[in-house]
């Protein structure tokens, strides 16, 4: 079976840091994926980490631990434009399942000035 | 321009009936995916295919069918089996292990 937790809801103050953890209990995992999404609009990728480590892309950054079924998306100098939904996803890896992904249920970060 | 594209945007479905649910793609992409995803949860599978004329179950396939007669379409028929079809509906599609998902702007099916 599939398991994958993260908090239902944050809150931050526009300027700081905040940080969006995703832990997951797989049968089989391949990579994690991070995405964004507004309220009723289409999830948009953030990042992809396949080996342990911290992926930095601007403002956004991504950390995997796979000895630990382990990830957090870092987000610095907030903004209001932030206040959305963060998705995490993993592939795990299935025999012929091509990229096909399980979602968590999602972190909405509300961002207060 | 390169996309998702997902019809209509609003739906609303009387009890008893069937709805289809459009998601177009020009992207050239193999695999394409549908999704449910309720008030303040996370997105579910319903169907992917990965090739032409062929598809699979996702996690919650009862009450939905699908076809996947040509690469660029992959409709979503909510039939009356589904007795709690109000949900917003997600197409993706998908190049391969490794590369992200990409999604089209959803539909929000109502019951009237």
């Known amino acids: 079976g599939q398991n994958i937790d993260q908090p239902t809801e944050m809150t931050a103050t526009e300027g700081a840091i905040v940080q969006i953890n995703c832990t997951y209990q797989?049968?089989?995992?391949?990579?994690l994926f991070w995405y964004q999404q507004h309220a009723g609009e289409a999830p948009t990728f953030l990042s992809y980490?396949?080996?342990?480590g911290l992926e930095e892309k601007g403002r956004f950054s991504s950390f995997l631990s796979r000895s630990k079924g382990y990830s957090y998306l870092l987000l610095k100098e907030l903004q209001m434009k932030d206040s959305a939904s963060y998705l995490c996803a993993v592939d795990p890896s299935y025999l012929n399942a091509g990229n096909m992904l399980t979602f968590g249920g999602g972190t909405r970060l509300m961002v207060k000035p | 321009d390169g996309g998702i594209t997902q019809s209509p945007k609003y739906l609303f479905r009387k009890e008893g009936q069937n709805v289809t649910l459009s998601c177009e793609q020009n992207?050239?992409?193999?695999?394409m995916y549908w999704y449910r995803q309720d008030p303040g949860q996370g997105l579910r599978l319903i169907y992917y295919?990965?090739?032409?004329?062929?598809?699979q179950k996702g996690d919650i396939a009862e009450g939905y069918s699908v076809s996947r007669e040509k690469k660029e379409s992959f409709p979503l028929t909510v039939t009356s089996a589904q007795k709690n079809p109000t949900a917003f509906y997600l197409c993706?599609?998908?190049?391969?292990?490794?590369?992200?998902?990409?999604f089209g702007d959803g539909t929000r099916l109502s019951i009237l």
């Open positions: 980490n396949v080996l342990d």
């Open positions: 993706a599609t998908g190049q391969g292990r490794d590369q992200p998902q990409h």
């Open positions: 992207l050239n992409h193999d695999a």
């Open positions: 797989t049968s089989g995992f391949n990579g």
């Open positions: 295919s990965q090739i032409v004329n062929d598809f």
